[in-house]
């Protein structure tokens, strides 16, 4: 897997504002103001990435707020909220939206993957 | 300072107990079963400023255990806290100060965070590790109760509880193996549901009366003792009473906590990549 | 604005520990702690984090007052609150047990490092520290804030000692 470094660095060049903070053994990546598909309501929201395992996935994006927006045809792709956290003193929440082999990915493929639950 | 005569029978904590304890401001998240026995006990003791914290309210199903609530609260739906601060101005001074909040803590930590010490009373490990979290960025010592009881097949219930004091610097609630990530993944393929646990009220009692007991000697030292590994763990056996440190505590290798850095602590630094 | 100090009780230790320590020339030592700001809604929260005691040659020789850094000392200090952000408190010990406050000497001192160290950081709490066997004293200087406030100081460990002589207000 590529150094961290140049994962960071890549991420940086796709989403400019970006930052990073640690918090109790794990570095996540905060996405500020990052819009959605237009079919999102709201459309701008905050992104928080974990990167690494938690809550029984392998890596999580959280957002600044619930999104709705109309149901997808296909059952399993409907917006499943079911995580709730507070992360550095803000909170969050979390699709169930799991990625296979997500820990291998680079951190913005990791980002790209998630986002793909709200295409 | 001479205990007053409501505080006569504890004058053995010393004659600055009850200054100490009228001063402390203590926080209480979840006044179930096991916080409003909390709420209870120290408002018994002295103390005099209070921020409470519970979203709920009760239900038939909580009068087995909660603590002051009675069956008109059931009636009429009483917010879980109301009910804590009923029980406290009824046994605390006039002077009493009590600040309840009908919400979870953390739709506004900023109470919780002025605290000098946090009691978690709360269900699931997800809760109590973002209780941790919050008491290491704002330097607060935090006591963490709670009680399950698992149906051992051929052998019966077994019921099982803890009571973890963590400070500050010293080994965290993941340090000693109470917290990890395996059981946070557990609740969390859960959608983070705790569950129904079962729950009875002389366990909690026993549970909410050890807490009680190490926040009365972390604020004035009375047993004079240190708790050797910089941290207290100590297991509840349902089945038989006993109360003992845990075993996990043997392998605590390091009085400092590998789970947070000195340096997290207050606001977040975030560090443009 | 009203601020609380919550110092861990190792690191109190620590600093009891070198404060102790016996100067060449001077009567007493001098340290300076870094921390962090949180806040509790009108309340400044300061968490102090990494202690380091002024080395023995920063030191100025001067009979007339207990202990006097000299400007490289007070540089490093600055230097390190700007560029981090920190929350940077002078630190000295007084004898014996119980509460304490700062001389006239200590407070004139202070008069001069607060506001040059919040001009070093803005958006942190910067001021003193001085510490008995037992407890301490701080003044702060909180962001915005032009005069010092007493700051509750709370030792956080076994046992947790609060600050019950001027309380936060909560």
């Not at chain 1, 970006?18 to 959605?36: D, F, H």
């Not at chain 2, 409501?6 to 200054?19: N, T, V, W």
């Not at chain 2, 590998?258 to 340096?263: A, R, Y």
């Amino acid at each position: 897997m590529a150094a961290i470094d140049d994962q960071v660095c890549e991420l940086a060049r796709a989403f400019p504002d970006a930052r990073a903070a640690p918090e109790g053994g794990v570095t996540y990546y905060l996405l500020p103001s990052v819009t959605l598909p237009a079919h999102c309501q709201p459309r701008a929201v905050d992104l928080l990435l974990c990167p690494s395992q938690r809550d029984g996935y392998e890596t999580r994006l959280f957002l600044s707020q619930q999104v709705q927006r109309p149901p997808h045809p296909d059952e399993k792709k409907r917006l499943n909220w079911n995580g709730h956290a507070r992360i550095l003193e803000r909170n969050w929440q979390a699709l169930s939206w799991r990625i296979p082999g997500a820990l291998s990915m680079r951190l913005l493929q990791m980002v790209l993957c998630h986002l793909e639950a709200f295409q | 300072m001479a205990a007053s005569s409501r505080f006569s029978r504890q004058g053995f904590l010393g004659p600055d107990a009850e200054d100490i304890l009228a001063t402390a401001r203590v926080g209480i998240a979840g006044l179930g079963g096991g916080g409003s026995h909390v709420a209870q006990q120290l408002a018994h003791l002295g103390f005099r400023n209070f921020v409470l914290y519970d979203d709920d309210a009760i239900e038939e199903s909580n009068l087995n255990r909660l603590i002051g609530g009675t069956n008109i609260d059931v009636a009429m739906s009483t917010p879980k806290v109301l009910i804590a601060e009923r029980l406290i101005r009824s046994v605390a001074a006039p002077s009493v100060v009590v600040e309840q909040h009908q919400k979870a803590w953390q739709d506004d930590p900023t109470a919780l965070r002025s605290c000098d010490l946090v009691f978690g009373c709360v269900d699931g490990y997800r809760q109590r590790w973002e209780l941790q979290i919050m008491s290491r960025r704002f330097c607060i010592p935090y006591i963490d109760i709670g009680l399950d009881v698992t149906n051992a097949g051929d052998e019966g219930p077994k019921m099982r509880g803890q009571v973890i004091l963590t400070v500050p610097g010293g080994p965290c609630m993941r340090c000693i193996g109470f917290i990890d990530d395996e059981n946070l993944s557990d609740e969390g393929r859960r959608y983070g549901d705790a569950g129904i646990r079962p729950q009875v009220v002389w366990a909690n009692g026993v549970l909410a009366s050890t807490a009680v007991g190490l926040a009365i000697d972390l604020l004035n030292g009375w047993t004079r003792t240190v708790p050797e590994k910089g941290v207290v763990y100590l297991s509840y056996d349902g089945n038989t009473g006993l109360v003992f440190p845990d075993k996990r505590l043997r392998y605590v290798k390091s009085p400092k906590c590998s789970h947070f850095p000195d340096d997290e602590v207050g606001e977040p630094l975030w560090q443009s990549l | 604005m009203k601020c609380i100090v919550r110092l861990r009780r190792n690191l109190f230790d620590e600093m009891r520990s070198d404060l102790r320590r016996r100067h060449a020339h001077a009567f007493e030592r001098v340290g300076f702690l870094y921390g962090r700001l949180g806040r509790a809604g009108s309340i400044a929260i300061v968490v102090p984090f990494e202690y380091t005691p002024v080395p023995d040659e920063q030191y100025v020789e001067d009979r007339t007052v207990s202990a006097m850094i000299d400007a490289d000392a007070l540089f490093d200090a600055h230097q390190r609150a700007r560029s981090t952000g920190q929350c940077c408190l002078h630190v000295h010990a007084h004898g014996g047990s119980g509460g304490t406050w700062f001389s006239r000497t200590d407070v004139s001192t202070l008069d001069r490092i607060g506001p040059s160290l919040q001009r070093m950081a803005k958006s942190a709490a910067h001021g003193g520290l001085v510490l008995t066997k037992t407890t301490g004293a701080c003044l702060m200087w909180l962001p915005e804030e032009t005069k010092p406030v007493r700051s509750a100081l709370s030792i956080v460990g076994f046992p947790l000692t609060l600050d019950r002589g001027g309380s936060h207000g909560c």
